[in-house]
């Protein structure tokens, strides 16, 4: 589906515009399968600046510059974008069982760190909804096919903890100011906070957008309730 929005995947949150699975992800009928780039070096130091970053307990591998002095460069981050808008990665499709999720997201897992990888960038925010049990946004129709169904469990706990158990360190991405894919606001959850709150919205090219400070209050901080939550 084509958006009307302007191109705000790489504003708005970390990420690539478009999509790729690593090798051996779960099939996505109808769609070739593309190759996701992996991050390295300076360029993901960006992205980490938007992501809340959850590293895990075990110690990193220290990098030391080759010659006598041996000085120490830090960690190495290596990391794969998981993407759930337009269910590109993960899910592949809404509204799958939870067993069903938790195992695809495990294959994703168990591929990068097969390949090496120690960090996951996954979006759990990709149009105002969530994938966690937020007070201020509805459940992601990405997720469950229908925005605010409760899927019955908590897959931003289970990602968090699954990507610990492999040593990953997790990333959760947000887009911040995307409302919807769509310009129409009657196709939004009920409470949905653009739905509620009109005048916290812009529109530019279609679809609406957050405003970065809504007028009259404090500013909206979903990121704030899920790093609370989830120790991000």
């Known amino acids: 589906m084509a958006s009307r929005f302007p191109r705000d995947d790489s504003a708005s949150g970390p990420g690539p515009g478009s999509s790729g699975a690593l090798p051996g992800a779960p099939a996505r009928p109808g769609r070739q399968a593309q190759r996701r780039s992996l991050l390295s070096g300076a360029a993901a130091l960006g992205a980490c600046a938007l992501a809340g970053a959850v590293w895990p307990a075990t110690p990193a591998r220290a990098l030391t510059r080759n010659g006598a002095r041996g000085q120490r460069l830090g960690r190495e981050l290596r990391g794969v974008w998981i993407a759930s808008v337009r269910n590109l990665d993960w899910p592949i499709r809404p509204g799958l069982p939870a067993e069903r999720l938790r195992a695809d997201f495990s294959g994703h897992l168990d591929r990068a760190r097969a390949l090496g990888l120690n960090a996951v960038f996954v979006q759990i925010r990709p149009t105002a909804d969530a994938f966690w049990p937020s007070p201020f946004e509805p459940w992601s129709h990405w997720l469950t096919g229908v925005q605010g169904r409760d899927p019955g469990w908590d897959p931003l706990a289970f990602m968090v903890r699954a990507a610990h ?68």
């Open 165 to 232: 158990e492999r040593g990953l360190a997790f990333h959760a991405w947000f887009n911040p100011y995307r409302v919807a894919l769509h310009p129409d606001p009657a196709l939004l959850a009920a409470d949905h906070p653009a739905r509620r709150n009109p005048h916290w919205t812009v529109r530019y090219g279609g679809p609406a957008l957050l405003q970065p400070r809504r007028p009259g209050g404090p500013p909206f901080r979903p990121a704030g309730d899920a790093g609370r939550r989830r120790a991000l």
